[in-house]
């Protein structure tokens, strides 16, 4: 068994349950109508749009889950050695979204360890590449 891409299936699969659960229940706090701020329709629109586009990493991790657990589980992927590298590259794309995004947004110093997901994504990234 792949150790690397294990411990990467792993994690991915914690975060897949943590994104949903509690990562939905935290994004939902910040409703509109939540916090009392009425019914600003262009803020309630950009709240639907981010509550959107937060669970299309839910499916991303679901996705990413399900491809490494039958990378290690079965041998039905022919191409394991590319899958595995293309999954790298992805965690390595998710880590530079996500420094760039906190840069564009001017984020404090502080914030890059209280929001440490980009790390994980490296981590997750090179594992993947030396599971490979």
Same mark, same amino acid.
């Given at each position: 068994?792949?150790?690397?891409?294990?411990?990467? !299936?792993?994690?991915? /699969?914690?975060?897949? #349950? !943590?994104?949903? /659960?509690?990562?939905?229940?935290? =994004? !939902?706090?910040?409703?509109?109508? $939540?916090?009392?701020? *009425?019914?600003?329709?262009?803020? =309630?629109?950009?709240?639907?749009?981010?509550?959107?586009?937060?669970?299309?990493?839910?499916?991303?991790?679901?996705?990413? =889950? *399900?491809?490494?657990?039958?990378?290690?589980?079965?041998?039905?992927? =022919?191409?394991?050695?590319?899958?595995? /590298? #293309?999954?790298? /590259? $992805?965690?390595?794309?998710? *880590?530079?979204?996500?420094?760039?995004?906190?840069?564009?947004?001017?984020?404090?110093?502080?914030?890059?360890?209280?929001?440490?997901?980009?790390?994980?994504?490296? $981590?997750?990234?090179?594992?993947?590449?030396?599971?490979?």
């Amino acid at each position: 068994m792949n150790i690397p891409v294990l411990i990467v !299936a792993c994690i991915c /699969l914690l975060a897949l #349950f !943590a994104h949903i /659960l509690g990562g939905t229940k935290e =994004t !939902a706090s910040l409703s509109p109508h $939540v916090r009392g701020e *009425g019914e600003n329709e262009k803020l =309630t629109r950009s709240w639907e749009q981010a509550m959107c586009a937060f669970q299309m990493l839910s499916v991303d991790l679901l996705l990413v =889950t *399900g491809a490494l657990f039958t990378i290690l589980l079965t041998d039905i992927v =022919t191409f394991e050695y590319e899958l595995t /590298l #293309f999954l790298s /590259l $992805v965690f390595l794309l998710w *880590g530079v979204a996500w420094l760039i995004q906190m840069f564009w947004l001017k984020s404090k110093a502080k914030a890059y360890f209280i929001l440490p997901q980009w790390l994980l994504w490296f $981590v997750c990234s090179g594992l993947l590449y030396w599971g490979a």
